[in-house]
């Protein structure tokens, strides 16, 4: 571990653009279609329980990283396959996000190599890792309010440019709950909720760590809300078949802003909000690999494995896909299977092990 700390607005702040992260770039539930709103809320509400289950285990073993108490639950040679097994989870999210960000800026750079755009990126994600927790903290810190006012002045420009049509969501309930909740799980829970599994690296560096649950719920449900508006606002506008064949429908929806003719063109700003929620995302995914392997490996320094896990970031998000709709159907897919294990399964059984030998053994366990 490092010998650092953040404070509580810090991890705040870090917890809010990473749920925001690549969640604003695509379209969220299409297959609920106008009760899409409706699946994002339940996602959010089975977050909150994925939540609990990451601060039941953190409670128990406060100053140990994931893939410590891993080990001590599970036992050495299991558990250590189980953490390097996490690793290469933190190292394939990452992947995705670094993915997708590079497909944004692809709108503006089409000419220039994908891998060029990719490697930019990473090697501005590594430099802040190699910087450490307390940078990105800070940075967040600082970024965070940008974002939360574009975000927010998004909502109000739109509806003053008089293009909301919110029969756009009518009816609701047109196919009865079963969309709805299909699309809320497995999908809207593990993405992007269930990704705060990253911070179980982080919390051990959380000053107050009291206050640790009742912030990562206020973030969570922050985010939820926020996500939630946005899904409402841009299906009220394009309508359930424009926003869902949309790729970028936030990115579309700032363009259409036009208030008097005086506020509009924001799609810089956009752009810029996208592009760094999405690189706080990556950094988290990275530095939750670096800081992982660095803890499995019993390393010094986290510094000696950043270049290493962001040259396999940088390669996985090359490879894994040749275009953005393999992406987004390689998405789908990983969603209903491998999301689920290292977000709710594995979680769920390490805190039922710690549940029986706490209520058995009468022992203390960390």
């Known amino acids: 571990m490092e010998k650092s700390s953040i404070n509580p607005y810090q991890f705040f702040s870090l917890v809010v653009l990473f749920e925001l992260g690549t969640a604003l770039i695509v379209p969220l539930g299409v297959e609920a279609k106008q009760d899409a709103w409706l699946a994002e809320l339940l996602g959010m509400v089975g977050g909150i329980f994925l939540l609990l289950q990451y601060y039941y285990l953190y409670r128990h073993y406060p100053n140990l990283l994931l893939t410590s108490y891993i080990q001590k639950i599970s036992g050495k040679y299991i558990g250590y396959m189980i953490a390097l097994s996490?690793?290469?989870?933190?190292?394939?999210?990452?992947?995705?996000?670094?993915?997708?960000?590079?497909?944004?800026?692809?709108?503006?750079?089409?000419?220039?190599p994908m891998s060029i755009?990719?490697?930019?990126?990473?090697?501005?994600?590594?430099?802040?890792?190699?910087?450490?927790?307390?940078?990105?903290?800070?940075?967040?810190?600082l970024f965070f309010i940008l974002v939360i006012t574009m975000v927010v002045l998004t909502f109000f420009f739109t509806i003053g440019s008089n293009i909301v049509r919110f029969e756009n969501l009518l009816p609701v309930l047109e196919n009865g709950w079963k969309p709805v909740i299909?699309?809320?799980?497995?999908?809207?829970?593990?993405?992007?909720?269930?990704?705060?599994?990253?911070?179980?690296?982080?919390?051990?560096?959380?000053?107050?760590?009291?206050?640790?649950?009742?912030?990562?719920?206020?973030?969570?449900?922050?985010?939820?809300?926020?996500?939630?508006?946005t899904i409402v606002?841009?299906?009220?506008?394009?309508?359930?078949?424009?926003?869902?064949?949309?790729?970028?429908?936030?990115?579309?929806?700032?363009?259409?802003?036009?208030?008097?003719?005086?506020?509009?063109?924001?799609?810089?700003?956009?752009?810029?909000?996208?592009?760094?929620?999405?690189?706080?995302?990556?950094?988290?995914?990275?530095?939750?690999?670096?800081?992982?392997?660095?803890?499995?490996?019993?390393?010094?320094?986290?510094?000696?494995?950043?270049?290493?896990?962001?040259?396999?970031?940088?390669?996985?998000?090359?490879?894994?896909?040749?275009?953005?709709?393999?992406?987004?159907?390689?998405?789908?897919?990983?969603?209903?299977?491998?999301?689920?294990l290292y977000e709710f399964i594995i979680p769920l059984l390490l805190v039922i092990v710690v549940f029986i030998r706490q209520n058995t053994r009468g022992k203390k366990l960390n």
């Not at 490697?119 to 810190?141: D, F, K, P, S, T």
């Not at 950043?306 to 970031?313: A, C, E, F, H, R």
Request: net charge negative; with cysteine.
């Open 86 to 112: 996490y690793i290469l989870f933190f190292i394939y999210g990452a992947s995705r996000d670094l993915r997708e960000s590079s497909e944004l800026f692809l709108l503006d750079y089409s000419e220039t």
């Open 117 to 141: 755009l990719s490697g930019i990126i990473i090697l501005l994600v590594c430099y802040g890792v190699y910087q450490g927790i307390e940078v990105l903290a800070r940075a967040g810190e």
């Open 182 to 229: 299909t699309t809320a799980f497995p999908d809207r829970v593990f993405f992007p909720y269930g990704e705060l599994i990253c911070f179980t690296v982080i919390l051990p560096y959380l000053d107050h760590s009291e206050n640790g649950m009742k912030l990562g719920m206020i973030a969570m449900i922050l985010s939820g809300i926020l996500l939630t508006m």
């Open 233 to 340: 606002i841009e299906i009220a506008v394009f309508g359930v078949n424009g926003w869902s064949t949309s790729v970028f429908p936030f990115l579309k929806l700032v363009e259409k802003i036009n208030i008097g003719g005086f506020v509009q063109s924001l799609e810089a700003i956009a752009m810029i909000v996208l592009i760094v929620g999405d690189f706080f995302k990556v950094a988290v995914f990275t530095y939750a690999a670096v800081i992982s392997a660095t803890d499995l490996f019993k390393m010094k320094n986290h510094r000696k494995a950043v270049l290493p896990i962001g040259v396999m970031i940088f390669v996985t998000s090359m490879i894994a896909t040749d275009n953005f709709i393999e992406h987004i159907e390689q998405g789908k897919f990983v969603l209903e299977t491998i999301f689920p």
